[in-house]
């Protein structure tokens, strides 16, 4: 690991306790204003890497699945986000590193799968970007390419309430009850002969995943009641 490669990862320990103290606030006002609930942290592996997999109907969902863990989880943001320096750093001080959206980013690929093969957790929606209703949209294959790549599980989160709580194009988050459901992990596709994607096995874990989904949400949003 070069040194270039752990700032781009946010890897110092100012980087680290900036996440925990930023994800513990979250978490606590989370707590308070909107109830929230988290179900299945058993499932959450206490080491490794593996990718986290949630539904996706707020920008509230990052820190609503932080809650599943104390461990530090990383995650994709659009790279507009990055285009001030303040606002850059505190992002990435709690995990976060831009993507290009629209095309296929291999630096953010590859920022990726550093993360994953140092042992930490990424966040990557499958849906891509943000859904709304109860219905879980059709996914991108990315979630399980990474975990094919990186040969690390898939952990499905169901995240019920979100949408309510801060929908698409509201400015404030509203006392919505949010309740997240965390699957047990699917194991990655298997690979060919010189670490090859197998893509029929990337689809099959692709449709799983859904499937998973949709399960978990239903069962998120009726302790929502929803």
Partial sequence: MTKVKARMAGDTRAARITYAVARGALVILSMIWNRLTVEGKENVPATGAFVLAP????????????ATTRRRIRYMGKDSLWKRRWAGWVLTAVGGFPVSRGSLDREAVSRALTVLERGEPVVVFPEGERKSGPLVQPLFEGAAYLAAKAQVPILP?????????????????RPAKV????????????LRA??????DANHAVTEELHARLQELFDRAQVRVGR
């Fill in 157 to 173: 989160v169901g995240i019920g309430g979100s949408e309510r709580a801060m929908p698409k194009g509201a400015r404030w988050i």
């Fill in 194 to 199: 010189g670490g090859r994607i197998d893509r």
């Fill in 179 to 190: 309740h997240v459901v965390v699957g047990e992990p699917i194991a990655p596709p298997t």
């Fill in 55 to 66: 539904v996706h109907r707020s920008n509230m969902d990052t820190p609503y699945a932080s």
